[in-house]
């Protein structure tokens, strides 16, 4: 049994929709960012960068559990135990692998520096709103012209960059999208919705997500105690 160590974020709904997916038998244990349970020495010695989503897998490839940070490469782990949503053809594994890629290094960090800068930075800094905004949007064009020709963002078919973009699409307009302005993006997170795993994915610790405004969450998520040498 997968052991998943998560919250109900872009970051941790792409692993939750994977094992959903894969039919994987998991246990989620909550990790409250926002209470600074990511700084716990037990979670650290899983994720040493102090974030969620890390997983436990005590069947790992060569019999002793294995434990690994970034969703990037939990969700390759899962592929490569399960065998599936990456394709086994070079050409189509690395068109898959591309996207992943774009989401780990591009669209996750900048729609995330938008929705800090719109939502929870404590002064409102107008070059950080439009540089981020701008980037936002330019980032859904190329995921808008992806999609305009693919059903899917690799291709014909389902896989885990999919799973990996579609979670930070649900705040978009937290993140000043206008999603009919991106029919194909609007078309394909329908269509990824309609997925029962994803659903159910969704409902992962759903009932534990809170607005994270208190200053106690703001030290744990973007101020002092986020810092802190550990």
Same mark, same amino acid.
């Given at each position: 049994?997968?052991?998943?160590?998560?919250?109900?974020?872009?970051?941790?709904?792409?692993?939750?929709?994977?094992?959903?997916?894969?039919?994987?038998?998991?246990?989620v244990h909550?990790?409250?960012?926002?209470?600074?349970?990511?700084? +716990?020495?037990?979670?650290?010695?899983?994720?040493p960068n102090n974030r969620i989503p890390a997983i436990v897998d005590p069947d790992?490839? +060569? @019999?002793?559990?294995?434990?690994?940070?970034?969703? @990037?490469?939990? =969700?390759?782990?899962?592929?490569?135990?399960? @065998?599936?949503?990456?394709?086994?053809?070079?050409t189509a594994k690395y068109q898959v692998m591309q996207w992943l890629m774009w989401q780990m290094g591009g669209f996750g960090p900048m729609l995330g520096q938008t929705h800090h800068f719109r939502i929870y930075a404590p002064e409102k800094i107008d070059y950080a709103i439009r540089r981020y905004s701008n980037e936002a949007a330019r980032l859904y064009g190329v995921l808008d012209r992806? =999609?305009? +020709?693919?059903?899917?963002?690799a291709g014909a078919d389902y896989s885990i960059a999919d799973m990996a973009i579609f979670p930070w699409t649900r705040s978009h307009k937290n993140q000043g999208i206008e999603i009919s302005e991106f029919p194909s993006v609007s078309r394909?997170? +329908?269509?990824?919705?309609?997925?029962?795993?994803?659903?159910?994915?969704?409902?992962? =610790?759903?009932?534990?997500?809170?607005?994270?405004?208190?200053?106690?969450?703001?030290?744990?998520l973007f101020g002092d105690n986020q810092f802190k040498k550990r």
């Open positions: 049994m997968i052991e998943i160590y998560s919250w109900p974020t872009p970051n941790g709904h792409k692993v939750h929709i994977m094992l959903e997916e894969c039919r994987l038998p998991y246990a909550a990790v409250d960012i926002g209470a600074g349970e990511q700084f +716990d020495p037990a979670f650290l010695a899983i994720s790992g490839p +060569d @019999g002793s559990p294995l434990s690994l940070f970034e969703s @990037g490469a939990i =969700l390759l782990y899962l592929a490569g135990k399960t @065998g599936l949503f990456l394709p086994g053809s070079t992806q =999609l305009a +020709d693919n059903e899917f963002v394909w997170i +329908d269509l990824l919705l309609s997925r029962p795993a994803v659903q159910r994915g969704l409902q992962v =610790l759903a009932d534990r997500r809170k607005p994270l405004t208190n200053p106690q969450a703001h030290s744990n």
